[in-house]
C-alpha cells in the first residue's frame, strides 16, 4: 500500500470587508435559516444563510461574520457570506480592521 503524504496548509488570510460588505456579530438565531445580526456600521440587519453555507458552516450566537448587504434594502437586510475563526477574528483586530473597542462590545 502507497502511503499517503500529508499536506502541511497554510493559514489563509481572513477574508477583509470590501465594497457593500460589513462585519457583524450575530445576536440571534431566528429560523428559517436567518440571523439577526448587528453590523459594525451600527445597523441591525436581518440576514439570510445561504444554502451552501447551510450544512457545511455551524453559525452560532456571537459569531462574527461577514455581511454582504443587499442592493435594495441596505439598511435592513443582507447575507452572511463568511463565519470568521476565532484566529481570523485577532487577526483582523491585530491589522486595524476591527477595533478593540467593537471587540469589547461581545
Known amino acids: 500500500m502507497p502511503k499517503r503524504k500529508i499536506r502541511e496548509e497554510k493559514p489563509k488570510e481572513p477574508p477583509i470587508p470590501g ?3 460589513t462585519i457583524g456579530v450575530v445576536e440571534k438565531l431566528l429560523g428559517h435559516d436567518k440571523a439577526r445580526v448587528k453590523c459594525f456600521d451600527g445597523r441591525v440587519r436581518l440576514c439570510r444563510i445561504p444554502g451552501r ?4 458552516v455551524w453559525i452560532r450566537e456571537g459569531d462574527y461574520v461577514l455581511v454582504s448587504i443587499w442592493d435594495f434594502q441596505p439598511e435592513k ?3 452572511i457570506v ?3 475563526l476565532r484566529d481570523e477574528v485577532r487577526k483582523l483586530a491585530a491589522k486595524g480592521v476591527i477595533t478593540m473597542e467593537e471587540l ?3
Open 19 to 21: 465594497e457593500g460588505e
Open 104 to 106: 469589547s462590545e461581545e
Open 53 to 56: 453555507m447551510k450544512k457545511r
Open 77 to 79: 437586510r443582507g447575507d
Open 82 to 84: 463568511y463565519r470568521y
